[in-house]
């Protein structure tokens, strides 16, 4: 059974750092990109940042680019995000997401980790 | 960025009733190629992640039951529910893989009468 578990979230100050991570089992992770999206509170989903397999391919959404790091560990099994600079309207719940063998939706997702931005 | 379109942003129907729901994108999805449409359809139940239905505009995802069906192709899309049954409430979210950045809609909302 595909299993992705996020964790590292919590309450954090405006412009500080947080590091989530996403520990995957019950399927071979170094053969699949993955993802973090993102959730506000009532809101949508925005898609953060894909990582490809062996970590060659990395993109961003514009919104945190050059405040946000997604990398990964496939000896571990775990993806993580970075993240810098952070501002309030990065409060959300964070979703790690794997992507389908060589296609680009989204097949699994976690339960998510909730980040709060305040002072 | 490609822009997806959902519509009604929220739909209420009684238990039985037929559903539609409407994404459209900026551009057309449809990759010449190979002849897919890179669109996909969540389901997200209250207090739940996202879960995939619908791949490539009209693959239903194993185990997803066969009142869920995807169509159309290029820019417009449609989730069709032939008859709604109650544990079908949840948001409903089209996306776009064509090109990054991936895209969402913004959601349509079924309420269950």
């Known amino acids: 059974e595909v299993q992705l578990v996020e964790s590292g979230g919590g309450l954090v100050q405006p412009g500080r750092s947080l590091k989530l991570s996403c520990v995957a089992s019950g399927f071979t992770f170094s053969n699949y990109g993955m993802n973090w999206i993102r959730q506000a509170p009532g809101k949508g989903l925005e898609w953060v940042a894909y990582?490809?397999?062996?970590?060659?391919?990395?993109y961003y959404a514009e919104t945190v680019k050059g405040r946000f790091t997604i990398s990964r560990d496939n000896a571990k099994n775990t993806l993580y995000l970075q993240m810098t600079s952070l501002r309030s309207e990065d409060t959300a719940l964070y979703y790690c997401?794997?992507?389908?063998?060589?296609?680009?939706?989204?097949?699994?997702w976690g339960q998510g980790v909730m980040v709060t931005v305040s002072s | 960025d490609i822009v997806m379109t959902q519509t009604p942003s929220s739909q209420a129907v009684s238990a039985g009733e037929k559903v539609t729901m409407s994404c459209k994108s900026s551009?057309?999805?449809?990759?010449?190629?190979?002849?897919?449409?890179?669109l996909a359809w969540y389901q997200q139940k209250p207090g739940q992640s996202p879960k995939l239905l619908i791949s490539?505009?009209?693959t239903r995802e194993s185990g997803v039951p066969d009142r869920f069906i995807g169509s159309g192709s290029g820019t417009d899309f449609t989730l069709t529910i032939s008859s709604v049954q109650a544990e079908d409430l949840a948001v409903y979210y089209c996306e776009q893989y064509y090109d990054t950045p991936l895209t969402f809609g913004s959601g349509t909302k079924l309420e269950i009468k």
């Open positions: 990582i490809s397999s062996g970590s060659s391919y990395i």
């Open positions: 551009q057309s999805l449809l990759y010449s190629e190979n002849k897919k449409n890179y």
């Open positions: 997401a794997r992507h389908g063998h060589n296609t680009y939706y989204f097949d699994y």
């Open positions: 490539w505009a009209s």
